[in-house]
């Protein structure tokens, strides 16, 4: 028989019971028992398999109260409580379904087939037969079926259902893009590396799966409860029965304690914070990582790739007096078009964005550890540290000395100085802000590094941290981690790369930027997507919520069943009252962890 069925028959028992309540009728008591047992059976039949296990339910102090109401002729009474139990496990199960519903529509969202280039024509093909590597075509209006890099076109794409961000993003040749976002300009042509469930939306989807599956602290501590409440009920009931000898308020004491509330709201709240999370950019990998990141009081941040962009930029350029920026840059870039440093690199990269014309040096010599030296248009071009520059016998008394810990490049032409080059890993823009907010919440920011104490110094005093490490291998910022540890810190940590794995694996919780290295994010209990660090801080401040609605759950439980109980045992709440109470606290409290669930995808 189906809930829908079971509930229409005990409202059906209720109906000819209360309507025949009045007259003698010999078979009143066979409808009642015959409904509320044919009814009432997923209850009995739940208490009854708890009880072989050895576990209080609240299944087995209802069948208590329902068989107690039964045996002194309450039979409207005992139909009306199962019928409130049956409708409440109906709307308890709805609630719980719309939490997974709004999880795994994620799935639904991506599109089933994608337009793939092969051969030189571009075919129509189902997804589950796209493969990594194939160019996928993406006409404006489209959702994208792929996670991977655009290879052609430009575009904005709304990534809200991934990243959360409310404003669409420009994508041009490089730029990543997630399987389910909507491109909503121009056609984009992408490089499919990711498909199925090993797209953002398949993460999501094993995140909450393995949720699902693992019992956090805080859930076997509700289990724990609702049990104790249930010995505490039939204890109080016992004692009220003792002392007043009445058989309806010691019903009642049973029927009013309701710790279905925590039981089911406990699961439901981590559940809906896991998709929430997953929703703006971050996949936990369990509920137990979600509520330890609700209580961590360190926060220890990688710099290189986690707090900065990874790869140096030029921050500054400092020319002496007569002389252009640009020319300091043009004359740099010259010396270094056939270098492979990467300081080289980005004054490549910053002569490009300029626009300059950059000609092949008709000589060039490395000088390890010092520089370059090339040879343009008969002039000696000199490229890099001062220690270079006294060796060629070059004046750079008029160069600008750094003090922000960036790297410093000298730049002359026949012999002549033209200026200083400042170049850094430049922070994320997100960073500053990031800190700030984690510092706000109480949290102590630590900045661990294997860079050098200069550059370390430098950015800790930008970002504001309270602690600063550097020159750290990774096993001394392994050890650093475990020393925090032990110390009774909860500590997250947060990295991107090989070297912080051992770190991430050491701490209480350890977060992966998305954009890092397959091992951090293979050690990390939360993945953040892309390489926003603000993502942290939401999560951070998620997990505290979902943590606040189940204490919120808890105490409420602990108030509705204290207040209920005394109440009943002097014999102010009947059985129907004690019912209706018991169900409505219940789903009031479900329906609190509710408040977690992710809003369903457009």
Not at 12 to 38: C, D, N, Q
Not at 178 to 184: K, L
Not at 460 to 471: I, P, Q, S, T, Y
Request: some cysteine; overall charge neutral.
């Amino acid at each position: 028989m189906t809930k829908l069925g079971r509930v229409a028959l005990v409202a059906l028992g209720a109906a000819l019971v209360w309507f025949r309540v009045w007259e003698p009728f010999p078979h009143l008591s066979v409808i009642g028992l015959a409904v509320t047992f044919v009814g009432g059976w997923p209850i009995f039949r739940e208490a009854l398999e708890n009880l072989v296990e050895r576990r209080m339910t609240m299944e087995l102090s209802m069948t208590i109260a329902l068989v107690a109401a039964l045996a002194i002729g309450e039979f409207f009474t005992a139909l009306v409580i199962t019928l409130f139990v049956l409708v409440a496990e109906i709307l308890e199960g709805m609630t719980v379904e719309r939490g997974r519903h709004a999880i795994q529509e994620l799935l639904e969202y991506l599109p089933r087939t994608a337009a793939v280039r092969r051969g030189g024509q571009v075919v129509d093909l189902p997804l589950d037969q796209v493969r990594p590597g194939d160019l996928v075509l993406v006409n404006p209006g489209a959702k994208l079926p792929v996670d991977g890099t655009v290879v052609a076109g430009h575009s904005f794409v709304d990534q809200a259902t991934i990243t959360g961000e409310s404003m669409p993003v420009s994508k041009t040749a490089g730029a990543g893009v997630f399987a389910g976002t909507i491109n909503q300009s121009g056609a984009l042509e992408v490089r499919a590396e990711r498909l199925g469930r090993d797209t953002s939306f398949g993460k999501i989807i094993e995140a909450v799966e393995r949720a699902e599956r693992s019992r956090a602290p805080v859930q076997r501590l509700a289990d724990r409860l609702a049990g104790y409440l249930v010995y505490f009920a039939i204890a109080a009931a016992a004692v009220t029965f003792a002392v007043t000898r009445d058989a309806r308020s010691t019903i009642s004491v049973i029927i009013v304690a309701g710790a279905c509330g925590i039981a089911a709201g406990t699961p439901l709240a981590i559940l809906g914070a896991i998709g929430r999370a997953a929703r703006q950019g971050a996949i936990v990998k369990g509920g137990l990582y979600l509520e330890t990141l609700a209580r961590i009081d360190t926060v220890a941040l990688d710099k290189t790739g986690t707090l900065t962009f990874g790869a140096p930029e030029v921050r500054e350029v400092h020319p002496v007096a007569g002389v252009a920026p640009a020319s300091v840059i043009e004359a740099a870039a010259i010396a270094e078009r056939r270098s492979e440093h990467p300081l080289g690199k980005a004054i490549l990269t910053r002569a490009d964005a300029l626009g300059l014309s950059v000609l092949e040096p008709e000589q060039f010599d490395y000088v390890p550890g010092r520089g370059v030296v090339a040879r343009t248009d008969g002039d000696e071009v000199v490229v890099g540290n001062r220690a270079l520059f006294r060796e060629r016998g070059i004046d750079a008394h008029g160069a600008a000395a750094n003090g922000d810990g960036s790297s410093e490049v000298l730049v002359a032409r026949g012999g002549r100085l033209l200026g200083a080059i400042h170049i850094a890993d430049m922070l994320r823009p997100e960073a500053k802000a990031a800190v700030a907010e984690l510092r706000a919440m109480r949290l102590r920011t630590v900045l661990l590094t294997g860079d050098q104490r200069g550059v370390a110094q430098a950015v800790a005093r930008e970002l504001g941290v309270d602690e600063m490490v550097a020159e750290l291998l990774p096993e001394a910022k392994l050890e650093y981690v475990k020393r925090m540890v032990e110390q009774g810190r909860k500590v997250a940590m947060v990295g991107d790369g090989v070297n912080d794995a051992p770190a991430l694996m050491a701490a209480s919780v350890g977060v992966a930027m998305g954009s890092g290295t397959d091992v951090a994010r293979e050690s990390a209990n939360v993945v953040l997507l892309g390489n926003d660090l603000s993502k942290f801080v939401q999560t951070v401040r998620l997990a505290r919520r979902m943590r606040g609605i189940i204490m919120q759950n808890f105490v409420g439980t602990l108030v509705v069943d204290g207040v209920g109980m005394a109440l009943a045992a002097v014999g102010l709440l009947n059985p129907l009252l004690a019912a209706f109470i018991h169900v409505a606290s219940e789903l009031t409290f479900i329906l609190n962890s509710t408040r977690l669930l992710p809003r369903a995808a457009p």
